[in-house]
């Protein structure tokens, strides 16, 4: 303001240079008084008000609504996707470019996501760059979202001022109940919305730091890997329930439910209209807020855990690709340094092209380095006086990287004058069975791990003889019931904890191997059940509704993320797939999952009807009872299946077209059934499970992480038995 204020004098003050021979000191006084209101108008313009408009420019009138304080006066907009259109209340000056801010109180009773647009200086459409508590949650509470809005220009059908558009993006049909709309030059004052302007990731790390132990050398250290990947709505990035699932809609990604106990108040969101078994609100957490990894790495501290590898999933969204967001990368560095921990980056690149994956991990290295100052952090991980990188994925047959470019990729971290590392590689568990041309590429790494070996000792052994360091993978058990949409009470892919038995035998069986550093995998992966950190006994209801699952997938090895949909039974036409409808799918694969309940004891035969040459594979209760190579023209198979009384079969039908042309349909005869389609009456959509502590306290796999450290160094006999608590 005081620079206005020094702009408007400075125009008088000139004025008065270059006409006192013309006016009187009289003109020159009203004038200088003119200026002062001129300034005084700029000064009031910090913050205004804003009203809704209507389409001819007349200010939109309020209605009564009620609130948690009672009836108040509110602008409401009750059609799915509409808009309204914001103006000052009174004249607002600022520069055209420039950043506002932008608070929008809400009566929250709804769901969806805030949407704001306004005009950027390039005249096009633009959304703010920054959002806070941007997304209803239905907390029947009075909220204020903030927003960045950057390069917003004025528009000349308004006289010049600012125009921004409000509205509700919705996954439900709700009212959205809009309290007030302020906009304002400085940025609001709360802590969490300050946090969300600030870009933390760019430069050096300067807070406070706590030194670890030694970070010279991983040797002796248990290191777990860090994800870091769980979003929530209203957390920094804005993103909504990323990994914990369909939220909303009661569906999970996640096999275990965070014991939330620890978790600072601010950090936690309502879980839309879940609720756990005990009949209490469900919450969940996000990784983008920094008290959340203060919190994780803390837990490390106190389980003498040395320290996580962060991993980083490769995308073309990183920082140094497209100016991404790093909230993570910042959060984990601050906490390590403030826990004293050690940390490295690893490198995932699973479901990356190998035409990009070299010049990508180049440019976001030398970005680590040179921008994000990583070789200046004092709790960056080394080994031999270089700094760790560890690369997970490149051998694995499925991610499809050729060994040209993986050797280029091994090349560059390992021998780059200015850039290169101690470089750990990450191989799959069969790496004996792979060509010799990888036998070779294993031998470039100055230490590999071998993903879910359990064959410690051979290991051990097999690694010295390639003159490489050996990483021990452990992991606590193995489940992605809800991920992948498997029937509850399903035992496919499916490791059991068994109390923490299993996790134990892994870790006595690397101490006995001695082995002398292990990797934990992982520390926060809840979605596939191989989660260290405290999980609640008390996780929601898995789901349970009629009719049956329906995956839709590209390949027909039923791999990667499936188009999910659902049916009320199997009597489908190929020529309705959703994403391929009227194209030939070769390679496409089609899986019906759920529970069949048949209404009496006995013998019942399935029978799948297929098209010739398509190929089809019937599950019940996890056995395979059908296998059909290849439909011939009779296009049917059949299968014999004994059910006791009240017993629920778990139904698993994959289906490989070739075209999309016929009918796959199934069929059954039984205890006084002919032979009929399976009626949509017997079929249930329920999938999924949750993992609980099994009678231990939440804390127990942080426990048995510590004592199974205490084996790798001796401190504890290698043949331990678990302990009890």
Known sequence: MKILQIVCFRKSFNFLQSSISKISFWAFLVLLVQDLFIWKAIADTGQVKMLAMQTNGMPLDQMTVRTEKGNERAWVISERNSYLTFRPASPYSFSKGSKLYLAVTYFDDCYGRIKVQYNGKDRKNKSPERIFRGAPGKTDQTVTAMFLLDDISPEKQSGNQPIIRIGLERAKGDRFVI??????????????????LSSPWIGTYNGPTVKPADNTTLKGKVMVGYQGWFRTPNDPEARGWVHWGDIQNGNYNVDMWPDISQYPKQVLEKAADIKTLSGKPGYLFSSAWPE????????????????????RFVSDKFCSISGGSEWVLANVREAANREGRIWAIEYDVSGYADAKILETLKKDWKWMVDTFGILKDPNYAYENGKPVVFIWGLPFPDRNFTLKTSNAVVDFFKNDPKYGVYLIGGIPGNWRKMDVGWQDHFKKYDAVLSWMSRSYADDVADFAKLGVIYYPHVKPGFSWSNLMHIPTGSTEAYTPREGGKFYWNCLCDAAKAKVDRLFIGMFDEYDEGTAIMPMSDDAPPTPSRPGLAVQFFKNNKFQGRPFNTSYADIDFDLASI????????????????????????????????????????????????????????????????????????????????ASTVGKVRLLWKGPGIVSQLVPQSVFTDAWGRFNNNEGHNSDWYLKLTQYGKEMMLGKRPEDSPIPEK
């Open 179 to 196: 309290l007030g709309v302020t906009l304002q030059n400085q940025p609001f004052n709360n802590q969490q919305f300050q946090y969300i």
């Open 578 to 657: 959703p994403q391929f409808k009227g194209k030939v799918v070769n390679g496409f694969g089609i899986r019906w999952i759920g529970q069949i309940k048949p209404p009496t004891p006995g013998e019942y035969t399935f029978t799948v009807e297929g098209v010739a040459g398509d190929r089809a594979r019937l599950f019940i209760n996890d056995k395979r009872v059908l296998d059909v190579k290849e439909f011939g023209l009779s296009h049917t198979d059949s299968a014999k299946v004994m059910v006791d009384r009240g017993e629920k079969l778990l139904l698993r039908l994959d289906y490989s077209p």
């Open 292 to 311: 959340v990894a203060d919190l994780h790495f803390r837990w490390m501290r106190e389980h003498d855990i040395d320290g996580a590898f962060l991993q």
